[in-house]
């Protein structure tokens, strides 16, 4: 059955209005986009919608009490929330480094949670 | 006071944020010694430290950094540069001859006299009291900055439910946050007929929550008197005025303010240097000059930048220029020739810089300004005095997102008689002997036989989430 999808494009600051065409999982056309990354993301966004997930979390033995972390890779858009409960349910000991690995594929995402700021000991 | 002695540095620069560390790290690459940069917080990188989200740096590392990553290169720099700085200290006062008098708890109060003076103080939320809304005021009223800090760095939650008045990326920006930490926004509403922030957090902040953003709608009432109970939103008419019987209630713990910017130009004023009045920031030169010689600005205390990358690129601007200052003996700005004034017109609502010496301007000098509607399909000319030089199309203008052209140095150079650059927005392009020529798709400019410069547009599309 033929479904048509109206998106706006995340890729940039323009914001293209593009529709997709598809077949179930089928991309029969894109179109509306100005340039590949509009294509990309609407080919992704219509099967498999993805996003980067940044959040904080709890320190202990630091300057500071949270420190800011991030999923180092997109993961699946209906991941987000298991995601959150997963970093909200973790505290890490200070020093942290960015870069750190605070919490290793998370949810079997294939993705690691890394740290994004510093933090030394207090 | 006057029992201290007066340090003394080449350059005191006011604000270590994104434009103060940028700034400091370029004079000393440009080869002064004696830095200062005197930062209110307990640590550098100012508002970036609590943008913990991701879009950051793609211009200037070309890759996608959340906030306190892209702080951080810069510190690091600072570090590696032994570039001084104090933190916790609170500079109270900036006179017409470079003294800078701060105070913070190990130094107690004391003055500096500097060769230099770099502002970048950033800037500050406009707050409740500026927005004339009706009712109680209670507790759970906040600045969606206030709540990003209380959330991000404090760790804690400002309310459960919530509900958003201006659609500025901040404010988009908390609604995903306080969403992701479990609170339900219920609605954000918009005083103007279109957004203030950017599509892409459009659908990423609001679209992909479900949730509602209504535009032309304001706040008519508070309820609560302890603690907000109730926020109850209209629609606006064209004369920005609620229309009586659109009224909607939502209950709710929390209202989040994300109504505007304002440049921090306390200390500016106080020492004279000369304010624009649509920027609320200092007017300045093609080297982030301000009036007073030897007293620079960059930043968001200059003009509200949505692009961090733009800052940073500013402001090493600002900091090479005061090295040379410095170097040259503080001497007063050369130019034989008054400057050339440039003028927004015609939709464009400012210009940074506003006066352009040549002899002093690089090769290429990138001209920032904002639109003050929006606008499709509409073309950003350029006037060098009457005549049109640059006539460049483009798919959409918005007040929320920063333009930008750039001139050429040598086209201004064959030009001595020049006096005034008009920049301003034409919808109609009868005059354009180029028409027909743009399909609209093609963002890349119509540029007009001895045209000023190439605008780039891909930089447009680098602007952070």
């Known amino acids: ?122 | 006071m006057e029992t201290t002695e007066m340090m003394s540095y080449d350059i005191v620069i006011v604000g270590g944020g994104p434009a103060g560390l940028a700034a400091a790290i370029a004079a000393r690459k440009n080869g002064t010694d004696r830095i200062l940069i005197l930062e209110r917080d307990k640590e550098l990188g100012g508002i970036l430290n609590q943008c913990i989200h991701n879009g950051f740096g793609l211009h200037t590392f070309k890759e996608e950094l959340t906030g306190p990553e892209y702080a951080d290169r810069f510190i690091q720099q600072v570090y590696e540069m032994n570039i001084e700085y104090k933190l916790d200290t609170m500079v109270m006062d900036i006179s017409a001859e470079k003294v800078v008098t701060a105070m913070n708890r190990r130094d107690g109060m004391f003055r500096i006299r500097a060769g230099a003076v770099i502002l970048a103080m950033g800037c500050r939320e406009r707050p409740r009291g500026a927005l004339n809304i009706p009712g109680y005021r209670p507790a759970g009223i906040y600045s969606a900055g206030t709540a990003q800090r209380l959330v991000n760095i404090e760790g804690y939650m400002p309310g459960h439910e919530v509900v958003i008045l201006g659609s500025g990326d901040i404010g988009l920006i908390m609604a995903r946050r306080m969403t992701l930490e479990g609170a339900t926004v219920k609605v954000v509403a918009e005083l103007m007929p279109y957004s203030g922030g950017l599509k892409r957090n459009i659908v990423q902040c609001l679209d992909d929550f479900g949730i509602p953003l209504k535009l032309s709608h304001t706040v008519v009432d508070i309820e609560g008197k302890e603690r907000v109970r109730a926020v109850t939103i209209a629609r606006v008419g064209k004369d920005m005025k609620p229309i009586p019987g659109t009224e909607e209630r939502y209950t709710c713990d929390t209202l989040l303010l994300s109504t505007g910017l304002i440049p921090e130009n306390e200390l500016s004023a106080g020492c004279g240097v000369e304010m624009n009045p649509v920027t609320k920031g200092p007017f300045v030169n093609e080297i982030m000059e301000t009036n007073i010689p030897g007293i620079f600005a960059c930043g968001n205390v200059l003009h509200v930048h949505d692009l961090v990358d733009y800052v940073s690129e500013e402001a090493a601007k600002a900091g090479e220029a005061a090295a040379r200052y410095v170097q040259s003996g503080c001497a007063e700005a050369s130019g034989d020739r008054t400057p050339i004034r440039l003028v927004a017109t015609g939709g464009v609502r400012y210009t940074v810089p506003s006066t352009i010496h040549t002899d002093r301007m690089d090769d290429l000098l990138t001209v920032r300004f904002r639109v003050g509607a929006v606008y499709r399909q509409a073309y950003v000319s350029v006037y060098f005095d009457d005549e049109r030089v640059q006539h460049q199309k483009k798919k959409i203008m918005a007040p929320g997102e920063m333009e930008q052209i750039i001139l050429q140095k040598k086209k201004l150079l064959e030009r001595p008689d020049l006096q005034t650059i008009t920049i301003k927005i034409e919808e109609d392009d009868t005059a354009d002997p180029m028409k027909g020529s743009s399909d609209g798709r093609n963002m890349s400019h119509t540029n007009e036989s001895s045209g000023a410069a190439d605008s780039t547009a891909q930089a447009d599309h680098l602007k952070e989430a």
């Open chain 1, 1 to 122: 059955m033929m479904q048509k999808r109206d998106l706006t494009c995340i890729g940039c600051p323009m914001g293209c209005q593009i529709t997709v065409e598809l077949d179930g999982e089928e991309i029969k056309s894109v179109t509306g986009n100005s340039c590949k990354i509009g294509d990309r993301y609407a080919r992704k966004e219509v099967i498999h919608p993805e996003r980067t997930v940044t959040s904080t979390i709890a320190v202990t033995g630091g300057d500071k009490q949270r420190c800011s972390v991030k999923t180092k890779g997109n993961i699946p858009k209906d991941m987000i929330f298991e995601c959150m409960d997963a970093i909200n349910r973790v505290s890490i000991p200070a020093p942290v480094k960015i870069g750190d690995v605070v919490i290793r594929d998370v949810c079997r995402t294939g993705i690691d949670v890394v740290a994004t700021r510093n933090i030394h000991k207090a």
